[in-house]
């Protein structure tokens, strides 16, 4: 009789356990934030000179400029943080043979392509390694997070060794020894 009250006991306190449980005041729930608008975005747009906020559009669509600088989104902000960005990735990518990086900024304006408009910076990139070498090329950056988009004027590193076995046997008067 006794493992019975004992189990009785033991329901009823749940129970009570449970009511007091449910019954507890609760946090009130957080009320939704309604975002707001912000405010409509205004450029300066100057159509005579093809420019967008003072800087120069390039690549636009033959006929139809200044239509399509009216309507332009640009994807990017234009910040300077895009240097600091460029020089990690250039000593990421040297693998530890970076002596030197030399970022020479040429221009800057906004690049149209595929419908997509970017500010964009071009730039002069100097890398010099542990033994000296020096290269350059010209690369295009994205202005916000400082990745190459386009480069050019590659050096052309070739490590011609006169004396390896050719198949084709070089004149020896070519070679300037």
């Not at 895009?82 to 800057?108: M, N």
């Not at 202005?143 to 590659?154: F, V």
């Amino acid at each position: 009789m006794t493992n019975k009250r004992i189990i009785s006991l033991s329901v009823i306190l749940l129970i009570i356990g449970a009511i007091i449980f449910l019954l507890r005041e609760k946090p009130p729930l957080p009320v939704a934030q309604i975002p707001k608008k912000p405010a409509p975005e205004t450029h300066v747009i100057d159509e005579v000179n093809l420019k967008y906020d003072g800087k120069k559009v390039m690549g636009l669509p033959a006929g139809n400029e200044v239509a399509t600088i009216r309507k332009l989104k640009v994807a990017n902000q234009a910040t300077e943080n895009w240097k600091p960005a460029l020089e990690k990735a250039l000593v990421a990518q040297g693998g530890g043979t970076v002596k030197d990086i030399q970022i020479q900024k040429l221009d800057s304006f906004i690049w149209t392509e595929s419908g997509v408009a970017l500010y964009v910076e071009t730039v002069k990139i100097t890398l010099k390694n542990e033994q000296n070498s020096q290269v350059s090329f010209n690369a295009m950056v994205d202005s916000e997070t400082g990745k190459i988009l386009k480069n050019w004027n590659q050096p052309v590193i070739d490590n011609f060794d006169k004396k390896d076995n050719f198949k084709v046997k070089i004149d020896p008067r070519y070679l300037n020894d």
